[in-house]
């Protein structure tokens, strides 16, 4: 079992930075992709970002450029930092890792309004 737990968002005017954490704990040597989705209201979920065990990243077409994912593997956290927020990237961001089972965190709600 893994437990995901993340942090980090809140409300920015546009333009604006966020950085959010996730941080695992259990069975975390099981763990080979980490990344984060999100959810906007009335939409499905969809994929942002992933990184790999390898340090191998890839992003969706419309935040590439303004976000990056990076891990810090001594504390078990990988981050999302997102800048140029834009009012069309407001939604609930998911952490997800994957162990040959697909974990979620709680979701952290980011707002970007002015």
């Known amino acids: 079992q893994v437990q995901l737990v993340e942090s980090g968002g809140g409300l920015v005017q546009p333009g604006g930075s966020l950085r959010l954490s996730c941080t695992a704990s259990?069975?975390?040597?099981?763990?080979?992709?980490m990344g984060w989705y999100r959810q906007a209201p009335g939409k499905r979920r969809e994929w942002v970002t992933t990184i790999t065990n390898s340090d191998s990243k890839a992003y969706i077409d419309p935040v590439k450029g303004r976000f990056t994912i990076s891990r810090d593997t001594a504390k078990n956290t990988v981050y999302l930092q997102m800048n140029s927020l834009k009012p069309e990237d407001t939604a609930v961001y998911y952490c997800?890792?994957?162990?040959?089972?697909?974990?979620w965190g709680q979701g952290t709600q980011v707002t970007v309004s002015s």
């Open positions: 259990g069975d975390i040597f099981s763990i080979t992709t």
């Open positions: 997800n890792a994957f162990s040959g089972v697909t974990y």
